[in-house]
């Protein structure tokens, strides 16, 4: 660590805050005159020589009257921080190349309304929140995910201008916050399924041999299954209706890595395993995924699909955090 890091970590107090809610104290807080307020100070300087010169002892009441109201709006700035509690949540993953969200639930013990808090990354842009009298209010922070793995967004500047803009006061919580990414999908067709007597998870029109029944018709189901008899007596009433068959063979489609052999390098042929899981998953397909050294059985459903991208996204990553 260099000298100049080091004396940032002393000066504004920067590390991981290990211990939640993380509470913002007065050393903690940090405050400077805006341009703004740089200018509202010459502009008092100026109209205090003015009345000294001209001996106008209105003009003497109006500095000072103003000066006043500027020390308490640097007073009701750094008040706008002290004390707030801040707790963070869980980030919802995302693909590469969009924009991951890290959300904070804020926490006022105070009569007074928080306004105009701004939070942001050192990479993304700024959100807003306030946070009502005695009351709870959350934000969610933005942050460009550009690759794929374990985002760590690092440190959160939180700063304030309120009530007048003439200070800014700040501060640099550092909560654990981390969001996973998964591979930005590459669209390929899928490879063939293959048959299975007993797949791991029924379709619910997994077979040809045994009529079953009649049920509403899903964007997956081919058109041969619409029962056109069916739909024609009452066709207005009704939506799509397909046979529902049950029994015999049913398909099952693995997603292995020798497949993308020949597709480059390691992030584009992850890239395309993720485009296969999602539209395996769109498709309604029972489906597994083979990597080296992983495995998962083919299943179908929003938990099996999340499990499939977070191996992908993790995919490398683990090994090299064990060395």
């Given at each position: 660590m260099t000298l100049q890091a080091r004396m940032q970590q002393w000066l504004f107090r920067?590390?991981?805050?290990?211990?939640?809610?993380?509470?913002?104290?007065?050393?903690?807080?940090?405050?400077?005159?805006?341009?703004?307020?740089?200018?509202f100070a010459i502009v008092l300087a100026v109209m205090l020589i003015g009345a000294i010169n001209y001996t106008l002892s209105l003009g003497h009441a109006l500095v000072f009257l103003l000066a006043g109201l500027g020390l308490a709006a640097m007073v009701h700035t750094f008040r706008n921080l002290r004390g707030l509690s801040i707790t963070p949540g869980r980030a919802i993953p995302v693909?590469?190349?969009?924009?991951a969200r890290f959300p904070l639930h804020l926490g006022n013990t105070r009569r007074e309304a928080r306004r105009s808090l701004g939070f942001r990354f050192e990479s993304g842009e700024e959100a807003f929140a306030d946070v009502p009298a005695e009351g709870i209010a959350s934000v969610s922070i933005p942050c460009p995910a550009s690759k794929r793995g374990v985002l760590d967004p690092g440190r959160i500047t939180l700063a304030t201008r309120y009530p007048l803009g003439l200070?800014?006061?700040?501060?640099?919580?550092?909560?654990?916050?981390?969001?996973?990414?998964?591979?930005?999908?590459?669209?390929?067709?899928?490879?063939?399924?293959?048959?299975?007597?007993?797949?791991?998870?029924?379709?619910?029109?997994?077979?040809?041999?045994?009529?079953?029944?009649?049920?509403?018709?899903?964007?997956?189901?081919?058109?041969?299954?619409?029962?056109?008899?069916?739909?024609?007596?009452?066709?207005?009433?009704?939506?799509?209706?397909?046979?529902h068959f049950a029994g015999g063979a049913g398909e099952e489609l693995w997603l292995t890595w020798e497949l993308t052999v020949e597709?480059?390098?390691?992030?584009?042929?992850?890239?395309?395993?993720?485009?296969?899981?999602?539209?395996?998953?769109?498709a309604q397909l029972s489906y597994g995924l083979s990597l080296p050294d992983q495995y998962v059985q083919p299943a179908i459903g929003a938990a099996h699909r999340e499990r499939c991208l977070e191996i992908l996204a993790l995919f490398g990553h683990e090994k090299s955090s064990r060395n």
């Amino acid at each position: 660590m260099t000298l100049q890091a080091r004396m940032q970590q002393w000066l504004f107090r920067l590390g991981r805050d290990e211990t939640l809610p993380i509470v913002l104290t007065q050393r903690r807080i940090f405050i400077l005159p805006t341009g703004a307020g740089i200018l509202f100070a010459i502009v008092l300087a100026v109209m205090l020589i003015g009345a000294i010169n001209y001996t106008l002892s209105l003009g003497h009441a109006l500095v000072f009257l103003l000066a006043g109201l500027g020390l308490a709006a640097m007073v009701h700035t750094f008040r706008n921080l002290r004390g707030l509690s801040i707790t963070p949540g869980r980030a919802i993953p995302v693909h590469a190349g969009e924009i991951a969200r890290f959300p904070l639930h804020l926490g006022n013990t105070r009569r007074e309304a928080r306004r105009s808090l701004g939070f942001r990354f050192e990479s993304g842009e700024e959100a807003f929140a306030d946070v009502p009298a005695e009351g709870i209010a959350s934000v969610s922070i933005p942050c460009p995910a550009s690759k794929r793995g374990v985002l760590d967004p690092g440190r959160i500047t939180l700063a304030t201008r309120y009530p007048l803009g003439l200070f800014r006061a700040w501060s640099y919580p550092h909560p654990a916050l981390s969001c996973v990414i998964y591979p930005q999908p590459i669209e390929r067709p899928l490879p063939p399924p293959t048959s299975v007597d007993n797949p791991g998870i029924a379709r619910g029109d997994s077979g040809d041999e045994d009529f079953a029944g009649l049920r509403v018709r899903n964007p997956s189901d081919p058109p041969r299954h619409i029962a056109w008899k069916a739909v024609a007596r009452s066709v207005d009433a009704y939506p799509l209706l397909v046979k529902h068959f049950a029994g015999g063979a049913g398909e099952e489609l693995w997603l292995t890595w020798e497949l993308t052999v020949e597709e480059g390098d390691i992030e584009t042929r992850l890239s395309i395993l993720a485009g296969w899981v999602l539209a395996a998953e769109n498709a309604q397909l029972s489906y597994g995924l083979s990597l080296p050294d992983q495995y998962v059985q083919p299943a179908i459903g929003a938990a099996h699909r999340e499990r499939c991208l977070e191996i992908l996204a993790l995919f490398g990553h683990e090994k090299s955090s064990r060395n």
